[in-house]
């Protein structure tokens, strides 16, 4: 599904990934884990796309297509889908007339028809109550007051209606207390398939222990120095991160 | 002949279609005078600095139409707020048009400035108010003062709310070559009372068209007024707009001014609080494209303690559009406990768009809580990659983003349907589908 190789990234002329290589399937959950510094956002944002980063080599492949030259909005119409750390504050729009115009614009991509409105609300219903959220936080504007749960739960909850098949959580667990956790990991294991992927980037193994990886991998210096199952997240937590910098790389 | 002789050499014939011995013929001597002694302002002034009036003065307008002029109500419905139903107040040409409007004596008098100022039965009313809060001293205020003939008069008595918000409506049919337009209003709100207003001036060809209006209201103890101005005129429509507002204590005015389009408007709007527990809310959202160009000079005059302003005007501006917003706040030393807001942000989607903007405070109380706060800057590239990341084309996110921004001015607009309209207008001003319904 993804597959990508030797990729390096900048950003003000300064390189944050260094040579990056990683191959994920349908049906799949990624871990990526590492101090911060290291990489992890930066990976998440070009791969959804985010040109304030600069690729200076290597290439990003979903289901065979290079993805240099394609913008951001046909990525998330091609099913990639970003659950931001920091969602951003948008003052004037609801949840709900976002989402509205998010799954419309996405489907005008597809060539179909706006969604009907009655299917949009129903939509929008079954998978709040899935994550647990308020009807009135719909009306709210978007992320505007939001506390930092909140705001994550709303990530989730775009990412449960606009069905992606490849979801990228950057840091979704940071900022969650333990209920909000079990909810966003509880929405997030619903939502899995054999054909969707999910990549995971995290700095603590909790979150792991809610979404059981298939693979971990730990990114340092911006490239990956050492990938394994889910029994190197806890050796991570065990042993923090410094070995790793002191390992010759494998 | 430029036009302020045309207008001053006018004036004698103007006078003699009107009553000589009306008390307001010395007002109307007086104010003449002073527009003859200070002329059009120029961009030497400090308060014209960003407008300049040099073409328009360059243009040969009619003073007074010739003839009256009908308009079938299906040919200009759609800037009717039509959805609800309202009283009416309408001008063709600057000729009232009983056939368009619909006017109330019952229980409140919601007709004509021509009436008020002739009928014996106003009188007491025209002593008390007309001309007491317009200024004596700007001369674009005195020449329509000196002309001042026809408008709305709405007078709302205590504890009275009429049953329907009233529209204020001016069309220009284009049957001059050439026409200037000089409105008059005066509103009056007693204690307790309340009332809704939406005014628009709308020109219905491509011949030029320049109106000088003034406004007086005069909100009493406990009065709450909302007063809409609504903007989108034709690139070849000039609007000077003066609204002078004085409130009693614990009286709550809002003024909402939405601009977008015109070829040049000027918005002088004026608050004097005379009394305590004042509200006053001043709003604007400025959209305009092509060579648009708008000044908004606001003033609050807090002149008593404990008072309240607030000041929110958004402003986006595309193409060679310019924009000018000019805010000043004077807090008298009287005005302890005084809370004045001003913030005015404006979003430049052009190379060539220009927008001016500058607060003057000028504070002589100690116990006072002022701020304020302008910004000018591009769309947030954070919130745009969030929403293509959402799937939403940068054109639409674009659309959305300043969609947003102006909208969370609206929240205050008490009417449902005005705002409803002024939503698509924004929407459609900002060329862009939106993915849900307004």
């Known amino acids: 599904m993804l597959k990508i190789k030797d990729l390096h990234a900048s950003v003000e002329g300064k390189e944050i990934l260094t040579g990056v290589n990683l191959e994920v399937k349908p049906g799949e959950v990624h871990a990526i884990m590492g101090p911060n510094g290291s990489g992890k956002s930066t990976l998440a944002s070009v791969i959804a796309g985010n040109e304030d980063f600069e690729i200076t080599k290597g290439t990003i492949l979903f289901e065979g297509e290079d993805l240099d030259e394609v913008s951001p909005e046909e990525r998330a119409h091609k099913g990639i889908f970003l659950s931001f750390q920091y969602p951003v504050e948008i003052p004037g729009v609801s949840v709900t007339n976002f989402m509205k115009t998010a799954i419309n614009e996405s489907r005008k991509a597809r060539g179909q028809e706006d969604m009907p409105a009655n299917q949009m609300l129903k939509l929008i219903r079954e998978k709040s109550e899935l994550l647990d959220i308020d009807r009135k936080f719909l009306s709210r504007s978007l992320n505007e007051g939001f506390s930092g749960g909140e705001k994550k739960r709303n990530e989730i909850f775009q990412m449960a209606m606009l069905e992606p098949k490849m979801a990228i959580l950057d840091e979704t667990d940071s900022g969650l207390d333990i209920d909000a956790l079990r909810i966003v990991a509880n929405g997030v294991n619903k939502l899995k398939s054999k054909d969707n992927a999910v990549i995971l980037i995290t700095h603590y193994q909790r979150l792991l222990e809610y979404i059981i990886p298939d693979f971990v991998h730990v990114i340092h210096d911006g490239k990956i120095v050492k990938s394994g199952t889910k029994e190197l997240a806890l050796e991570l937590e065990e042993k923090g991160y410094d070995w790793l910098k002191k390992e010759p790389v494998a | ?438």
Not at chain 2, 348 to 365: G, H, R, V, Y
């Open chain 2, 1 to 438: 002949m430029d036009l302020k002789e045309k207008l001053v050499s006018s004036f004698m014939a103007f006078e003699n279609n009107v009553d000589l011995d009306h008390p307001i013929h010395d007002i109307r001597s007086e104010a003449i005078k002073n527009f003859e002694t200070k002329g059009f302002p120029s961009r030497k002034e400090e308060a014209w600095k960003y407008t300049s009036l040099n073409s328009l003065q360059k243009i040969d307008f009619s003073i007074f139409p010739k003839e009256e002029n009908a308009l079938e109500y299906n040919h200009v419905k759609k800037y009717f707020l039509h959805e609800i139903d309202t009283y009416k107040i309408v001008f063709v040409d600057g000729i009232y048009s009983s056939f368009l409007s619909e006017t109330t004596h019952d229980g409140v008098d919601i007709c004509l400035m021509s009436s008020a100022l002739t009928k014996p039965m106003y009188k007491p009313v025209i002593d008390v108010y007309f001309n007491k809060v317009a200024s004596k001293e700007e001369s674009l205020t005195t020449l329509n003062t000196a002309f001042s003939r026809e408008g709305a008069y709405i007078y709302i008595p205590k504890n009275k709310a009429p049953k329907k918000p009233v529209e204020i409506l001016h069309f220009a049919t284009g049957n001059e070559a050439s026409l200037m337009l000089q409105p008059r209003n005066l509103i009056i709100v007693e204690e307790n009372a309340e009332l809704q207003v939406i005014e628009r001036h709308q020109s219905l060809t491509k011949n030029e068209v320049l109106t000088n209006s003034v406004t007086e209201i005069f909100a009493a103890k406990d009065a709450i007024v909302d007063y809409y101005k609504v903007q989108n005129d034709t690139n070849d429509a000039s609007l000077i707009d003066n609204t002078y507002i004085a409130q009693k204590d614990k009286s709550v005015v809002k003024v909402h001014t939405f601009s977008f389009g015109g070829k040049l408007t000027r918005n002088n709007l004026n608050f004097y609080q005379d009394g305590e527990y004042i509200d006053s809310t001043l709003k604007g959202v400025t959209i305009l494209g092509e060579k648009q160009h708008v000044d908004h000079h606001t003033l609050v005059h807090h002149q008593q303690p404990n008072c309240e302003s607030h000041q929110d005007y958004k402003g986006i501006y595309g193409e060679r559009s310019t924009g000018v917003f000019n805010g000043k706040i004077i807090v008298d030393k009287i005005a302890q406990k005084t809370n004045a807001f001003q913030q005015n942000n404006n979003v430049l989607i052009s190379d060539k768009a220009t927008i001016n903007t500058k607060p003057q405070l000028e504070i002589f109380a100690d116990d006072v809580r002022c701020s304020h706060g302008c910004t000018i800057g591009q769309l947030d590239e954070d919130a745009m990659f969030y929403l293509q990341s959402r799937g939403i084309p940068r054109k639409e996110a674009t659309g959305l983003l300043m969609y947003a921004f102006a909208n969370n001015v609206l929240e205050s607009v008490r009417l449902p349907e005005l705002k409803k309209r002024i939503n698509k207008l924004i929407a459609t001003k900002l060329g862009v589908r939106l993915g849900f319904d307004l």
